[in-house]
């Protein structure tokens, strides 16, 4: 487990990280999101070490990270896959890692085969493409078999393939038991795969709950119908007591009613429905909800025609 209190990170006059306290436990996938500049990364590396909190405190499975003896053995992570000796093979860049941390060499053949790369693994890291970059990220992060695992953007620059095997890794490492905490960008990636999540804005602590409860608080769904008389549909929906909406192409949307009252009473004024479905709240919706106040960068469409380039 990772546990988190008061911690706080400043750069001169920069508050990076704010009193962030939460705990990653095991059994889970967990999430960890917030916009650019919100203090994802700055977080991940005072749990390594990496950088020293200007207060507060961050434990694995309580111990600091520097005390911890072999420490590849207990927390595996990906923050850089480009962090690797430009001269070493793929094999020998986990070769040094595994002797100084006590890892049996037999395992470097294990990961390296687990993550595609057993064919390269005599190659030279310089040579390979962002995917198989990552791949060799996650097999250092895999190396010492570690209870807990972290990820930064573990997908960037994979194809579908690899992005299903990254989601599908994550997931059985958590049902094993593993801690297993990951930041990345891809809502709709982060929806399949994460079971809870962590929400960051200017550093400080936004949500920290299931994936089903941050959705439900902060996104909403919707029940949209359609059929060849949208007034009487809207008439009929609203005399029952429910709040219909009107859209342009004659569509309405019902957020006060489930799919089944919505039916039950176009059937009962004999209307014939063309569509029918309940609308659902994402997590991108969600996020951009609760998080559109944290946005340090935020882009504007630029002048000229709108919703286009100016000329």
């Not at 961050?58 to 962090?83: F, M, N, Q, S």
């Not at 994979?158 to 490492?173: A, K, Q, S, Y």
């Not at 909403?220 to 342009?248: D, N, T, W």
Request: overall charge negative; aromatic content about 4%; proline content about 5%.
């Amino acid at each position: 487990m990772i546990e988190l209190s008061a911690l706080t990170k400043r750069f001169g006059d920069k508050t990076a990280v704010d009193h962030l306290s939460f705990a990653v436990r095991p059994g889970v996938v967990t999430g960890f999101l917030g916009p650019n500049g919100a203090g994802k990364s700055t977080t991940m590396r005072m749990i390594l070490g990496l950088d020293h909190p200007t207060s507060g405190d961050v434990l694995i499975d309580g111990k600091h990270y520097a005390e911890l003896r072999e420490p590849l053995r207990h927390l595996g992570a990906l923050l850089e896959a480009r962090a690797v000796h430009p001269g070493r093979t793929a094999y020998n860049h986990l070769r040094c890692l595994a002797q100084t941390n006590d890892i049996p060499e037999r395992r470097i053949d294990e990961v390296l085969d687990l993550v595609g790369l057993g064919s390269v693994a005599r190659k030279r890291p310089k040579g390979f493409s962002l995917g198989m970059g990552q791949r060799l990220g996650i097999a250092t992060a895999l190396l010492g078999d570690p209870r807990i695992l972290m990820f930064d953007e573990p997908v960037n620059g994979l194809d579908p393939e690899g992005i299903h095997w990254v989601r599908t890794v994550m997931r059985r490492l958590a049902a094993e038991g593993r801690t297993v905490f990951v930041s990345s960008h891809l809502m709709s990636e982060m929806a399949l795969t994460a079971d809870h999540l962590v929400v960051i804005g200017r550093g400080r602590l936004l949500a920290d709950t299931s994936m089903e409860r941050f959705i439900a608080e902060n996104a909403r769904a919707f029940v949209r119908v359609r059929g060849p008389e949208p007034e009487r549909l809207r008439e009929a929906l609203a005399a029952a007591g429910l709040s219909p909406e009107r859209h342009p192409d004659d569509s309405l949307e019902v957020t006060d009613a489930p799919p089944e009252r919505v039916g039950e009473v176009a059937a009962a004024h004999g209307l014939v429905l063309h569509e029918l479905s309940q609308q659902r709240a994402s997590l991108e919706e969600a996020f951009m909800r609760l998080t559109h106040e944290t946005v340090e960068y935020e882009a504007h469409e630029a002048p000229g025609r709108a919703g286009g380039w100016g000329r």
